[in-house]
């Protein structure tokens, strides 16, 4: 059984910072891609940023420039640092991780945490 956790969302000003952190936990053999999805009320989950085991990164453009993401293989553990944060980054976040258990892969998820902006 593979469990990722998430934390460090919470409520911030516009032009405020966050760091998201998602730690897997299980039966791991190791992690290929993770990434963070956000969900805003009444619209679907989308990607915000991915990065591969070899630290290749990907970004949606609307985030390019203010957020961060970064993995401690060692930990299994991805983060997404959020600065520059603007009302309409307000969503649930999600990691995602495709997981290697003995020789298949399963993607998990974790339980969301929520990230508000005001202004």
């Known amino acids: 059984q593979v469990q990722l956790v998430e934390s460090g969302g919470g409520s911030v000003q516009a032009g405020g910072s966050l760091r998201l952190s998602c730690a897997a936990s299980g039966s791991i053999f190791g992690i290929n891609d993770m990434g963070w999805y956000r969900q805003a009320p009444g619209k679907q989950r989308k990607l915000v940023a991915s990065?591969?085991?070899?630290?290749?990164?990907n970004y949606v453009d609307s985030v390019k420039g203010r957020f961060t993401i970064s993995r401690d293989n060692a930990k299994n553990t991805v983060y997404l640092q959020m600065n520059s944060l603007k009302p309409e980054d307000t969503a649930v976040y999600y990691c995602?991780?495709?997981?290697?258990?003995?020789?298949?892969?399963?993607?998990?998820w974790g339980q969301g945490t929520q990230v508000t902006v005001s202004s």
């Open positions: 990065i591969t085991s070899g630290g290749s990164t």
């Open positions: 995602k991780a495709m997981v290697r258990v003995v020789n298949i892969n399963y993607v998990y």
